[in-house]
């Protein structure tokens, strides 16, 4: 296990991702400031350029993904990625955005 800045890996993700991306996906991050989390670097990296990739698939025109962190308490981070993309009804999503969260204890 290596100490991991997840607002890197998630920076670094995106940057395997956003050019396949051009104009038609605005990537919006709203980072905070985070401890390092240990982990395996490349296997987190991997996990969140799959949820970025779908994230991506989802928008078949022009759209935007969200990436934001937050510290969750003491010993916890939250990372939440969010799409225009279709996939959830307007019934259960009324600000029409799709949300993977993953809290990872630190």
Request: hydrophobic share 45%; net charge negative.
């Amino acid at each position: 296990l290596e100490s991991v800045d997840i607002n890197a890996s998630l920076d670094a993700a995106l940057s395997l991702l956003v050019p396949a991306w051009g104009e038609r996906i605005t990537v919006v991050r709203e980072y905070s400031e985070l401890p390092a989390v240990s982990c395996m670097p490349a296997q987190i990296c991997r996990a969140f350029v799959l949820i970025l990739e779908n994230a991506g698939q989802a928008i078949s025109e022009r759209g935007r993904v969200q990436v934001s962190t937050r510290a969750g308490g003491t010993r916890n981070i939250e990372i939440r990625i969010a799409d225009s993309g279709t996939g959830i009804s307007d019934e259960f999503n009324a600000d029409k955005l799709r949300y993977h969260k993953i809290i990872i204890m630190t």
